[in-house]
């Protein structure tokens, strides 16, 4: 079945450590996004990719950084320069269809401890 | 700037009834596409249904439809024969097209559904 995975479903980080996010696709799409969720917020958008070894910052990039070296995958680290990492991640990609709807992968739930 | 607008923070409906979910937006481009989306308490982003702003007709999917007021600028979202599987927030969003065409969220109506 075609798809987004996320990777862990809940991640735990002690202040100061870098964390990575992991995002992989298989729908062919090339254009990736990164959102932040806060609770009983909308959601934000990080990072976005529309090309491999191409990516732009969004509205909150700050302290967060992004690769895309493969067109399947579109890892996020979370770094220590982020002051408020803990929310809910969730990774998307968008769909070449009349539509361009992105789909959405389960979420990363990142606490820091 | 582009934005979107959901000023109902929780609705509450019973079975079978309708349910109307208000979404207002905000655009200075004659060219834009709307679309709605259901969070469950899973967390995942469902697509329900997307309006273009070219459309001649309301969007409607299954038991969902869209309200399109272009003039009013609103794009309200309605649920007909709500079932207990409907309960999970709402989210109004607006397609980007300055930042890869990334979509721009409101802050999400919850709803209820009662038996």
């Known amino acids: 079945d075609g798809g987004i995975t996320q990777s862990p479903k809940y991640l735990f980080r002690k202040e100061g450590q870098n964390v990575t996010l992991s995002c992989e696709q298989n729908l062919n799409h090339d254009a990736m996004y990164w959102y932040r969720q806060d609770p009983g917020q909308g959601l934000r958008l990080i990072y976005y990719s529309q090309i491999v070894n191409d990516f732009q910052k969004g509205d909150i990039a700050e302290g967060y950084s992004v690769s895309r070296e493969k067109k399947e995958s579109f890892p996020l680290t979370v770094t220590s320069a982020q002051k408020n990492p803990t929310a809910f991640y969730l990774c998307?990609?968008?769909?070449?269809?009349?539509?361009?709807?992105?789909?959405f992968g389960p979420g990363t739930r990142l606490t820091v401890l | 700037a582009q934005k979107i607008t959901q000023t109902q923070p929780g609705m509450f409906v019973q079975e079978k009834e309708a349910v109307t979910l208000d979404c207002t937006y905000d655009?200075?481009?004659?060219?834009?596409?709307l679309f709605w989306y259901k969070q469950p308490s899973s967390g995942e982003m469902i697509f329900l249904i997307y309006q273009g702003s070219y459309d001649q007709q309301n969007a409607t999917e299954g038991r969902y439809s869209l309200n399109f007021q272009k003039a009013r600028k609103s794009a309200n979202l309605v649920i007909s024969a709500s079932q207990l599987g409907d309960s999970a927030m709402y989210f109004c969003a607006m397609r980007d097209e300055g930042a890869g065409t990334a979509l721009i969220f409101g802050k999400g109506t919850t709803l209820s559904v009662s038996s």
């Open positions: 998307a990609s968008r769909s070449s269809g009349y539509y361009n709807e992105q789909f």
């Open positions: 655009t200075s481009d004659p060219s834009y596409g």
